[in-house]
């Protein structure tokens, strides 16, 4: 049974979002603030936490930052500011999708089907290796270098990359890349994430024939190289 935290310091979103949640079977807690948002996390040990930026007390921020010390919930982060440095702060710390209100309730499970279709850090079989020789990608800076030449990219480029690097050797499907860059389920257009990891390789001088950095895995997905 999929147990999901709201968050949210506004009694009408969280019985919104609450109605929406249990009509997909799943099993639904809420908090009004921050620190009783991490008291019930603890004890409640939730698969997803959707988390509103704006709280008394602490604010989402820091409840993601301390989230992150003792869960591996998924982290959905929910915020009235649609400033691209909310959404980078909110990711830096670890959340892992994010949603500008108003938002539509159907988008927010959506959304959250997508996260539980990922594999959580503690469901992996093996961990993920050291990104190849000479690659940096500096995600609070959105920063990328091949042997310490810069790399400019655009910023869905960047984030396909960033997808990439956070589990070297892994295999990513296509649809998971849909998901996490594109932040819905468009279901069948692998030719969308096909152009783009076409123009990445182009720009970081990558061969698809013999590639150096990002590898195709027929009939799957893409994979970044690990490190020799």
Same mark, same amino acid.
Request: charged residues 20%; without cysteine; aromatic residues 4%.
């Given at each position: 049974?999929?147990?999901?935290?709201?968050?949210?310091?506004?009694?009408?979103?969280?019985?919104?979002?609450?109605?929406?949640?249990?009509?997909e079977g799943w099993t639904v807690s809420s908090a009004g603030d921050g620190v009783t948002a991490l008291d019930a996390a603890r004890a409640l040990a939730p698969d997803?936490?959707?988390?509103?930026?704006m709280l008394p007390g602490l604010d989402g921020i820091e409840v993601c930052r301390r989230l992150r010390t003792f869960s591996d919930a998924y982290v959905l982060m929910l915020t009235a500011r649609s400033e691209e440095i909310?959404?980078?702060?909110?990711l830096t710390v670890g959340a892992?999708?994010?949603?500008?209100?108003?938002?539509?309730?159907r988008e927010l499970v959506a959304r959250i089907k997508a996260l539980l279709r990922r594999?959580?850090?503690?469901?992996? !079989?093996?961990? @993920?290796?050291? %990104?190849?020789?000479?690659l940096e990608v500096d995600e609070p800076r959105r920063l990328v270098r091949i042997d310490d030449r810069p790399v400019e990219l655009?910023?869905?480029?960047?984030?396909?990359? !960033?997808?990439? @690097?956070?589990? %070297?050797?892994?295999?990513?499907?296509?649809?998971?890349?849909?998901?996490e860059v594109w932040g819905s389920s468009l279901a069948g257009d692998d030719h969308l994430v096909d152009v783009h990891i076409a123009n990445l390789r182009r720009k970081l001088g990558d061969d698809p024939a013999s590639p150096r950095f990002v590898e195709t895995v027929r009939g799957v997905g893409y994979r970044l190289r690990e490190e020799g």
């Open positions: 049974m999929t147990r999901i935290l709201v968050v949210d310091d506004e009694p009408p979103i969280v019985e919104l979002v609450t109605g929406y949640l249990e009509r997803v936490v959707v988390l509103d930026v909310d959404r980078i702060v909110g892992d999708d994010y949603l500008v209100k108003p938002f539509s309730p594999p959580r850090t503690g469901d992996q !079989a093996s961990p @993920a290796g050291a %990104p190849p020789a000479g655009t910023a869905l480029e960047f984030n396909l990359l !960033a997808v990439l @690097a956070r589990s %070297p050797g892994v295999v990513i499907s296509r649809q998971v890349l849909l998901d």
